[in-house]
């Protein structure tokens, strides 16, 4: 016969050292035994507000999200989605799009950049639109608030973002 004891608290003694069940510590409500690789927490964040720009000057989006990380040596995945519409008239242009983490480019940001030029239309009243993406792990070594956004421009026409659609970011902290 099995026997089962049934609590509603376990409390560490006054050490502070955690509580050990069957060689798993579990202290302060982690299990810190655990190798790295767990995600610690998501942030989610959407708009519907569409932007548009018509500069050849980075410029916000109106998409970013907020992460405290736990421990300086945590990844974050960064996860985008945009919609957009690039409407260039009768000239030639492309959109561009980058990472921003608080006043830092971390994704897209060399103007030679393949990560950074995502459409490109070539005059004669051309129109594109579809879906952009970015995945990315940040390695921000920091226990202070962390802000990501999206920037654009474009070198001609005028670009759209949340074009008919909601634009996401996700943040994700990973154990280091």
């Known amino acids: ?10 409390s560490e003694k006054t050490s502070a050292a955690g ?8 202290k302060d409500g982690a299990i810190p035994s655990i190798a790295g690789g767990k995600v610690l927490q998501v ?20 998409l970013s999200a907020s992460i405290t990380p736990a421990s300086s040596s945590n990844h974050i995945v960064v996860l985008v989605q945009n919609n957009y519409h690039l409407s260039t008239g009768a000239t030639s242009g492309a959109g561009s799009v980058k990472l921003v983490r608080d006043s830092t480019d971390v994704w897209g940001h060399d103007n ?5 030029i995502f459409l490109r239309a ?13 995945t990315f792990r940040d390695s921000p070594s920091s226990t202070s608030s962390i802000t990501y956004k999206t920037q654009f421009k474009t070198s001609a026409g005028t670009l ?13 902290e990973i154990a280091g």
């Not at 070539?122 to 970015?134: C, D, K, V, W």
């Not at 759209?160 to 994700?172: A, S």
Request: no cysteine; aromatic share 8%.
């Open 1 to 10: 016969m099995a026997s089962e004891i049934k609590v509603d608290t376990i």
């Open 112 to 116: 030679n950049s393949a990560n950074q």
């Open 122 to 134: 070539n005059g004669g009243g051309a129109t594109l639109g579809g879906s952009h993406n970015i």
């Open 19 to 26: 509580v050990t069940i069957d060689g798993l510590l579990i």
């Open 160 to 172: 759209y973002f949340t074009y008919g659609g909601v634009d996401t970011m996700i943040l994700m």
């Open 43 to 62: 942030v989610y964040a959407a708009t519907t507000s569409g932007s548009s720009t018509t500069s050849g000057t980075y410029a916000d989006t109106g």
